[in-house]
């Protein structure tokens, strides 16, 4: 778990780990520079599976690589600390990992939750499994970084997360695993991911800029059939921008970046665009 002035959320991302129906886990929790409350109570989490590191702040890809040095399990399930898992996250996908032959990763459902842990809305509800490169390019239907368990072995081979990304390093990472390594699916809802004024998610210039830089990167390694993808693979990731862009509390740079987003969505894919319009348009009306 890394952490960066988490101090009002952190708490429950620990609970919900302490919750877990398989209990033979190790939490690596990585203070990330933090400024605020965040150290005050993770001392008063009282369990010694729960081991507390601090660093000068590296961001989240650097402290997630530290725990990633120190951990000794044969899977790593990364948790953001303002996210939630349920109680049988890591048992279904300990399980579903044994099920599908040369998986590297199991992921299962997202539910989109605000500050409070409202519900929002779901995820698109994959249900890939095996090689899912070409899926995954397509849309990023893993969601969030908090949802998957990975072979801690086929990680560490792969070099962890790439420390230039402060944003899209889950993807990118996902990426280089499914290249390599099949994928398994638990179809049932295993992490709730919280959308706040305060997350990453909502500074969308920064995130943008990150993903153009992973997508460098996951295209000059993609093998040849998945080069024509490139394209679905913006589509898709503007969509979401867009999105993002619409939900911000910050009217800063709104202005520019909706006409933008959208202009630049509908270039790469005016087909799912529109699809888009109808579901969103579909689910106001509901």
């Keep these: 778990m890394a952490a960066h002035n988490a101090a009002g959320t952190i708490g429950a991302a620990v609970e919900s780990v302490m919750r877990q129906t398989l209990s033979d886990w190790e939490l690596i929790v990585v203070d990330d ?62 399980a579903a990992m044994e099920r599908v032959a040369d998986a ?38 893993v969601a969030c970084g908090s949802n998957t368990l990975m072979r801690r072995t086929a990680v560490m081979d792969l070099g962890g997360f790439d420390e230039t990304l402060q944003a899209a390093e889950d993807w990118e990472l996902h990426t280089r695993l499914a290249a390599r390594y099949s994928f398994a699916v638990v179809p049932e809802v295993v992490v709730w991911y919280r959308r706040s004024p305060q997350s990453l998610s909502t500074r969308f210039w920064l995130v943008e800029r990150n993903f153009l830089a992973a997508n460098r990167k996951v295209f000059a390694a993609a093998p040849a059939e998945a080069q024509g993808l490139e394209g679905k693979t913006k589509a898709s990731f503007y969509r979401y921008l867009l999105t993002r862009a619409l939900h911000s509390r910050s009217t800063a740079g709104r202005w520019r970046a909706v006409p933008r987003y959208t202009a630049i969505a509908v270039w790469h894919d005016p087909v799912e665009f529109m699809r888009d319009v109808r579901r969103a348009c579909a689910t106001f009306v509901a």
Excluded: C, M
Aim: no cysteine; charged share 30%.
């Design 33 to 94: 520079g933090s400024t605020d409350g965040t150290g005050a109570v993770l001392a008063g989490i009282i369990d010694a599976r729960v081991l507390v590191l601090r660093q000068e702040r590296g961001g989240p890809s650097a402290a997630r690589n530290r725990a990633l040095a120190v951990a000794r399990g044969e899977f790593v399930a990364p948790i953001d600390a303002d996210d939630i898992w349920l109680p049988r996250k890591l048992e279904l996908q300990v």
């Design 104 to 141: 590297a990763v199991a992921y299962g459902w997202t539910d989109f939750v605000d500050e409070d842990l409202r519900p929002l809305h779901g995820d698109g509800r994959a249900v890939f499994e095996g090689r899912v490169l070409e899926e995954l390019l397509r849309k990023n239907f």
